[in-house]
């Protein structure tokens, strides 16, 4: 197999809903330029195939060696694990895999990275806010670490111009629209979300269209 990616910017968290329900989703937030997902490992395939042109997708919620692996045969890029042993450490390494472990505190930060995995999936990033970013930066930490869970518009964009590689959002940015929601509401929110990521990229030198 081939090498995963890092991914980089706003992470969209795609919950587990019917495919059915995921398209239309999927196709308002590609069109609106936010392009990096992170899926449940059952929905990597066929997500893939209608949108992997336009789209760069990753595996969430995998907690063991068997779900890495399917993760990894369904297309993942990268992927964020809800738990971590030595036998997916073994894996990640031997198959260069991105794989992302979870963690709390800067002490669990340096322990995942310590594993010899790509970094920390910091879940859930609410509960210690955004300024956690600036207390990562100042460890030397923070650029391999993706926040999850409650980010919002304002946080995420505060990790990425902290030097995060990326800051994963779910129910802040898609609400209902997976229930059936509005997704001319859904539409409107990204242009938060996109602002944010834009905003971190002028912060740190960078280019962003």
């Known amino acids: 197999m081939s090498p995963m990616s890092v991914p980089s910017g706003i992470i969209v968290r795609l919950p ?17 330029r936010l392009t990096v997902f992170a899926a449940p490992e059952a929905l990597l ?17 995998v907690a063991d060696a068997d779900g890495l692996r399917a993760a990894r045969a369904g297309g993942a890029e990268f992927v964020l694990a809800d738990a971590v042993d030595d036998e997916m450490v073994r894996i990640a390494a031997d198959e260069a895999s991105t794989l992302f472990a979870p963690a709390l505190t800067p002490t669990e930060v340096r322990r995942v990275l310590e594993l010899g ?3 920390a999936m910091l879940w859930p990033a ?4 955004h300024v956690m970013a600036g207390h990562l930066a100042r460890a030397g930490l923070v650029e391999r670490v993706v926040p999850s869970g409650g980010v919002g518009a304002f946080a995420a964009g505060e990790w990425l111009k ?12 898609l609400g209902d629209a997976a229930s059936g929601g509005d997704l ?3 539409r409107s929110r990204c242009a938060s979300f996109r602002k944010a990521m834009q905003q971190a990229v002028a912060h740190r030198g960078g280019v962003e269209d």
């Open 117 to 119: 995995v790509a970094g």
């Open 45 to 61: 395939d066929p997500l893939r195939q209608m949108f992997g042109a336009r789209a760069l997708f990753g595996a969430h919620s």
């Open 184 to 186: 001319g509401q859904l």
């Open 126 to 129: 609410d509960i210690v806010g």
């Open 162 to 173: 902290h030097g995060a590689p990326a800051a994963c959002v779910d129910d802040t940015l």
């Open 16 to 32: 587990a809903a019917d495919l059915e329900d995921l398209v239309g989703i999927v196709e308002v937030l590609v069109q609106e």
